[in-house]
């Protein structure tokens, strides 16, 4: 069964300071592995795949195979990166995504 | 184009009322998830629909809940005779018809609607 592991439910830093979100998965095959974001009062969005190996607003997420893992990093937050965020797994085969429970980011001016 | 759409936003029922959830995809989307996110956890799946299908069902509660996706309008969940541990919100999805060589596609989720049952 797939699972994703998101340890932390909250998550503060300073503006300018190094953010990783941490995201582990559970899953026998081969996933694609997504983070979504929700900013305040926003719709939840797609923020990054890791097919795209791209860097959206500044954030990159490498897929770790032998951890398991989908750490999301910035190498300077911005306060408006405050927002929740969610890792996603979708199974081979699969058309629905499976969601950790999200990390509320906050960035301290 | 206006994103997926979900109404009401908020919505009140009593215990043992029906709740009717409505979800219009995105222009040119065909596919539509549901999803329901309780209180302190992520989005769990309920079921996946296209145009008259229902795809993937696998995450619906076996008793109260069903969903539909008719030719013409909106996407419905409907669950039955509510109980308190059906408050929760619901997020509607939508993705176009290909997943493209990769596989791999964009769900666009609707602002939600919240269910509260007193």
């Known amino acids: 069964a797939q699972r994703v592991t998101q340890p932390e439910k909250l998550l503060s830093v300073f503006k300018g300071a190094p953010v990783e979100l941490k995201c582990n998965y559970s899953?026998?095959?081969?996933?694609?592995l997504f983070w979504y974001v929700q900013y305040s009062r926003q719709r939840l969005q797609l923020l990054l795949r890791?097919?795209s190996r791209e860097s959206i607003k500044g954030f990159t997420a490498d897929l770790n195979k032998g951890e398991t893992s989908f750490h999301l990093k910035k190498p300077f937050a911005q306060e408006e990166d405050s927002a929740m965020y969610y890792c996603?797994?979708?199974?081979?085969?699969?058309?629905?995504?499976?969601f950790g429970t999200g990390t509320r980011l906050t960035v301290i001016p | 184009n206006a994103g997926v759409m979900q109404n009401p936003r908020h919505l009140v029922r009593r215990r043992g009322q029906e709740a009717r959830l409505r979800c219009s995809p995105m222009?040119?989307?065909?596919?539509v998830y549901w999803y329901r996110q309780l209180p302190e956890e992520g989005l769990k799946f309920m079921v996946y629909?296209?145009?008259?299908?229902?795809?993937?069902e696998s995450g619906m509660p076996k008793e109260r809940f069903s969903a539909e996706f008719p030719k013409e309008g909106p996407s419905i969940l409907r669950i039955q005779q509510v109980v308190r541990g059906d408050s929760a919100a619901y997020f509607c999805?939508?993705?176009?018809?290909?997943?493209?060589?990769?596989?791999?596609?964009?769900?666009?989720f609707g602002p939600g609607t919240r269910l509260t049952v007193t």
């Open positions: 222009k040119g989307h065909s596919h």
């Open positions: 899953y026998s095959g081969s996933p694609e």
């Open positions: 890791h097919i």
């Open positions: 999805a939508s993705s176009p018809p290909s997943g493209g060589t990769s596989g791999a596609y964009e769900q666009y």
């Open positions: 629909l296209q145009k008259e299908n229902i795809i993937d």
């Open positions: 996603a797994l979708k199974a081979t085969g699969a058309n629905n995504l499976f």
